[in-house]
């Protein structure tokens, strides 16, 4: 995971929330900044994959690779680095498999929607808070001892995870059902 500006933000924030002193970096020889180097890549990879977050997911055509799978399926594909889980792909009816860093198919080419591991400057503010929360979370028991204010944050989390969600479902076009296709209504005329 490449650490930008941005993340040091959101662990910078949630430690002055905490009241405990800000970092500039995850290199600085202070506790705060080696607790929030050991535990923020993790926080924020846990986060992303608690929902399929429209910000954080992307169509690709997979690389082919030389060798072939031993059996059950033709091809194999590498995924990507930043990769973090399986989404869909063009044809949903070809089966597939994943091994390692690998997605095993019969398709050839291989179009899929994956999530990534976004960065943190492409955030929306719902998610960021999200994340500051899960990180405060963290930070009240591993750096504070204070399990009551853990259990608090943890509350504040859960509530953020929901309007969050709700408001990142909000970037999909709406479904609407053709009149001629919804038969219950049709009758009533």
Known sequence: ???????????????????????NSFDDETRESQICASIYPLIKRNTLQK??????????????????????????????NDFLRFVGKQNPSINHQIFENKIYTDANPLFISMQYEASAQYFPS?????????????????????????????????EQLIAA??????????????????TLTSVRQ
Request: hydrophobic letters at 40%; proline letters at 4%; charged letters at 25%.
């Open 1 to 23: 995971m490449a650490i930008n500006e941005a993340d040091i933000k959101i662990c910078s924030n949630a430690l002055q929330v905490l009241g405990a002193d800000p970092i």
């Open 51 to 80: 929902h399929y977050w429209r910000f954080s997911i992307r169509q690709e055509q997979l690389s082919q690779l030389v060798a072939t799978p031993l059996y059950d399926f033709r091809y194999a594909y590498q995924l990507p």
């Open 126 to 158: 719902y998610f960021e808070y999200l994340v500051q929360l899960e990180l405060m979370k963290e930070l009240a028991l591993g750096l504070m001892e204070d399990e009551s204010k853990e259990q608090r944050l943890a509350a504040k989390a859960r």
């Open 165 to 182: 969600r709700t408001i990142d479902s909000q970037n999909n076009t709406v479904s609407i059902i053709p009149n001629e296709l919804f």
